[in-house]
């Protein structure tokens, strides 16, 4: 039993890392983002979302998805957009670059396949035991 917990513990610390990113999802660090319209009044505070067809969607502390014109906003709000929007092609670059073996899924894979074999080991060899404990 102690092997099952000390291996289940194992498992879970490392999924926990393989599926980590760095920088995390915006609203959970509560520094949100003041956004402001061109004529300098304040939008909303929250977190860039996504853009899409000339509209910025920005999430408020309250969850709630916001859609502003891209135009409306003011100049700054408009290069962090800019800024934004480059890393994110930036990184779909290098993701359609190094399309091939998905090593995270991989690894995921034979995670599961060797913990599913240990877990029926275990069971099979207390199985066995157990039928000794009753024969005798």
């Known amino acids: 039993m102690k092997q099952k917990l000390i291996l289940t513990f194992l498992f ?4 926990y ?28 505070k929250g977190f860039l979302s996504i853009t899409k067809d000339g509209k910025v969607y920005i999430e408020n502390n309250h969850h709630e998805l916001l ?4 135009d409306k906003m003011s100049i700054a709000d408009q290069e962090f957009i800019a800024n934004k929007e480059s890393k994110v092609k ?11 073996l998905n090593y995270s899924a991989l690894a995921l894979s034979l995670l599961y ?6 877990v029926g080991l275990i069971g099979y060899r207390q199985l066995k035991r157990a039928q000794k404990r009753s024969n005798q």
């Open 90 to 100: 930036q990184l779909n670059i290098a993701k359609d670059e190094n399309k091939g």
């Open 12 to 15: 879970g610390v490392f999924a």
């Open 67 to 70: 859609t502003f014109p891209i």
């Open 17 to 44: 890392y393989l599926f980590a990113h760095p920088g995390g999802h915006g609203y959970q660090d509560k520094r949100a983002k003041t956004w402001h319209f061109k004529d300098g009044t304040i939008a909303t």
């Open 113 to 118: 396949a060797s913990l599913f074999i240990l």
